[in-house]
């Protein structure tokens, strides 16, 4: 197994984490330095290195035709042992609480429920995560606080499930988990089974909202550039009045994020900043396709 990463600018830090899973990295991690990002992935096939290191750089090097600051710019690889890796990303997943009443676990250290408190179980696969990202964090938050039961809920970018299990787990009637990337799909297919929601959650792989209709909820964990891409959606898959959660925005694109979203007609009520990240709660009152 091979460790790949950058050290970009902090504004460019979705975009070449959204290019490390492209690639199909087993797992991106984030950490802040200043006003700099590390950006680093883990690659299981040895044969995908040069073309990830090309393609990285690539990446690298676009930023400016992005309005994004390269920052240092930096690229490496190393080598690193497949059973080391493994113990050290089980260390880092352990159960964490949201909200009121919310427990996110791993399969090996699993939390005790008390009273109606709600125990989602996910084992990420080395890939897409248990929950510990602040950005799924204010995802869950602002889903415990708008599903009242019932409802048709979108998790757009689902990853491993986590926010679609806990739509079901909170009461919503249908639940669509939806990513674009076939192992994600087979990762949130198994997290699924194992909470015991496969009657509620339909997981599917797609494009975005394509082919849905009736969404009474919108939950999308999504870069900003990946949002913008996915708004022109929204009149063919929402309900009129239906709640949006998102999330997956760094401070540095708040704005950004927030005009796409006015002007898509979502009507902002809630913007909880939790780190270097933000969400937006609000309702969709229709309005122009951007």
Known sequence: MHEIGARVSWEAMEAIAEELRELGAAGVVVEQEGRNALVKAYLEDDTQVADALSRLQDAIDMLPSWDLPIGPGEVWCSRIDPQEWETAWRALFHPIRLGQRLWLCPPWEPAAPSGDEIVVVIDPGMAFGTGEHETTQLCAELLEATIQGGETVADVGTGSGVLAILAARLGAGRVYAIDNDPVAVEAAEANVVRNGVEEVVQVREGHFLSGLKGIDVLVANLNTALLQQMLPQLPEALRPGARMIVSGIGLANREVARRALQS????????????????????WQGGTEI
């Open 264 to 283: 898509s007609g979502i009507e902002l009520t809630a913007e909880p900043v939790r780190g270097e990240w933000c969400a937006f709660g609000g309702v």
